[in-house]
């Protein structure tokens, strides 16, 4: 048996946490979120990670943990005794307990994210093959499940794709895997674009994987970008050039409230549909208009 410690703190105290606990004795350290929340890239070379996650710790049986909380909670004002939580995990299981929690996620009619570890659903389906990862995405959040549906009902077969922000990669695989000709995935966090390009090798799909200094002149006939607002804003003319006239564009990783602010801003380029609402989350649609109503 191993014994496993669960705490939940805030960004800003989970490294020097983390670090106490391996110095303290703990065999490994894995970070969850806590409430569900996305994490955008805005900083190049910064890691993303959510405001409250859920450190799980793994020690050895025999290990007497009570001092150890008593030590967290008296040294650090951010984590309480009733944020921890201790459990038995059998030998043989520890290493894959976590991914119980994670199962294939069908998105409209023929799309699925699936673990590596399970086999698809539906063996015929598209099936993007994907573990879950800190920060970058797995479709598990409403704003990478509602870009999904919309590529998996979107006509992509020959066209140009841009996935603006790509984190893990997921948007700009399943546009591949979808029929596009051409994807470009555009991230400026070098870890990011590790990852999409891992993912893309183990999903056989050729992608070109670049930070945003080196986004092709092209016109592109689709560009989704899941990332924040104040991205979205300051890139609305970057984007309206990405594009050609008629071409779609998605953008996602806004709050409900936001929608309406960041949909006035594209208008000057795009004609937008109604926002789409899933939970707290909104995504947009737009279609690029003729080169003449540029502003």
Known sequence: ???QLSLQTDSATAAGVEQFLLDAGALSVTYLDAEDQP?????PGATPLWDQVVLTCLFESTYELQPLISTLVDSHSKITAAAISISQIAEQDWERAWMEDFHAMQFGDNLWICPSWQSPPEPDAINIMLDPGLAFGSGTHATTAMCLKWLGSARLAGKYVI?????SGVLAIAAAKLGAQRVVAIDNDP????ATRDNAISNNVTLSVLAPIDTPSEAADCLVANILAQPLKDLAPAFATLLRPGADLVLSGLLREQA?????IYAQWFEMSAPLYQEDWAMLHGVRTTVGSDN
Not at 39 to 43: D, P, R, T
Not at 191 to 194: K, T, Y
């Open 260 to 264: 309406e602010e960041i949909s006035g």
């Open 39 to 43: 994490v955008f890239q805005e900083e």
């Open 1 to 3: 048996m191993w014994q």
């Open 163 to 167: 996935d603006y922000g790509s984190g």
């Open 191 to 194: 870890q990011a674009l590790q």
